[in-house]
């Protein structure tokens, strides 16, 4: 009987390696590829979400707070006022708010930064004291009727706000 013997051609071995090492190699590339791509959407997006911050919070803030008389504009700050019983009642429980006061949040603009402060009415103003919301080089509130006009500079340059209130002081 004769035996058959398989030959292996080194040709055919190094091919398998060639095709091997080509498939790690764009591979390798489509990684670097797809993580710059992925660094370039997420660095879009942050930017696109800090620029958009104080516009979004400045609308928030006013729009959940507006009741008659409740957004006035006073030394350069937007004032929000707030009856006791509508803080929340955990926080007026562990911060020792009293329940037939009034509040304030004062947002103002200090050292670069949009500042926010939640306060007694009648407490005495530090700006230093204001919880820092975004970077802020300008902030200049206006109303004039239902209307607040919101004046301010961030990232992207000067930036004008109209915000309409339903009842504000005007409503009065």
Avoid at 38 to 49: E, G, K, L, Q
Avoid at 73 to 88: F, H, K, N, S
Wanted: one cysteine or more.
């Amino acid at each position: 009987m004769t035996k058959f013997r398989a030959r292996s051609h080194s040709v055919s071995g190094a091919f398998v390696f060639l095709l091997l090492g080509i498939f790690a190699v764009f591979a390798l590339l489509m990684v670097v590829l797809c993580a710059r791509f992925y660094r370039v959407t997420v660095n879009a997006s942050d930017t696109h979400n800090d620029q958009r911050v104080a516009a979004n919070y400045l609308m928030n803030t006013i729009h959940a707070a507006d009741q008659r008389g409740a957004v006035s504009v006073r030394d350069g700050m937007l004032i929000v006022t707030w009856p006791a019983e509508q803080l929340y009642e955990g926080a007026m429980e562990e911060e020792g708010y009293e329940a037939d006061s009034t509040y304030e949040t004062r947002i103002y603009c200090h050292e670069g930064v949009l500042r926010e402060l939640l306060t007694a009415g009648d407490s005495e103003f530090d700006p230093e004291d204001g919880e820092a919301i975004c970077e802020m080089s300008a902030f200049t509130p206006s109303l004039e009727g239902q209307l607040l006009t919101i004046d301010y500079q961030d990232g992207r340059g000067s930036q004008r706000l109209h915000i309409l209130l339903y009842c504000g002081e005007a409503a009065e």
